[in-house]
């Protein structure tokens, strides 16, 4: 989570039901962190999402189930469902995989996140962006929901996908879909 020139992550090796509030890492934006743990393997495609991205407070990054899956089959989520447009766009992208930690996989999900608020990483896992943790939250878990769904619909054949004319409507419907929060958590 961000506050101004700095932000808080998870650090690297802990399982999250043994977290302590103590072990959390504070980083700045130029890579340095305080505590005394090591943060997250994943610090660096934060650090570059929070620089390229001032609207997002939060990040969101996980191996869920469903989300993985699709990331390992390599693709994109279509329209398939309206509700993608939840992510901000047409479809949810899957950014090409790499390492674990490096910057080539910074790149690929600054790229995937484009015009987005969430994407898969290939054989990897997901990563959501928004104002607040709540919403970041909020955001992955329905992201996680439209691949679960999605792959249910391919267990059952190919689903139709919605025309980019029907999923602009939707998406200049969620323009204002929700209230945008009052401040920024870190103003």
Not at 141 to 149: A, D, F
Request: with cysteine.
């Amino acid at each position: 989570m961000r506050f101004g020139d700095w932000f808080l992550i998870t650090p690297s090796g802990i399982r999250y039901d043994a977290l302590e509030p103590t072990q959390i890492v504070e980083m700045d934006m130029e890579g340095a962190s305080e505590g005394r743990m090591r943060p997250s393997s994943e610090w660096r495609f934060h650090l570059d999402i929070y620089k390229a991205r001032p609207e997002v407070g939060a990040i969101v990054h996980t191996h869920p189930p469903f989300g993985t899956a699709v990331a390992a089959l390599r693709r994109e989520v279509p329209a398939f469902h309206y509700m993608v447009a939840v992510a901000g766009g047409t479809t949810i992208r899957c950014a090409p995989y790499a390492t674990f930690g490096t910057q080539l996989l910074s790149d690929y999900v600054q790229r995937a996140l484009e015009d987005r608020t969430a994407c898969l990483l290939a054989n990897h896992g997901m990563v959501a962006v928004e104002a607040t943790l709540e919403q970041a939250t909020q955001l992955a878990i329905e992201v996680e929901m439209l691949c679960r769904m999605y792959l249910t619909a391919l267990a059952a054949g190919e689903p139709h996908v919605l025309t980019d004319e029907e999923m602009q409507e939707v998406l200049d419907k969620f323009a204002d879909y929700r209230n945008p929060p009052a401040h920024k958590p870190w103003d």
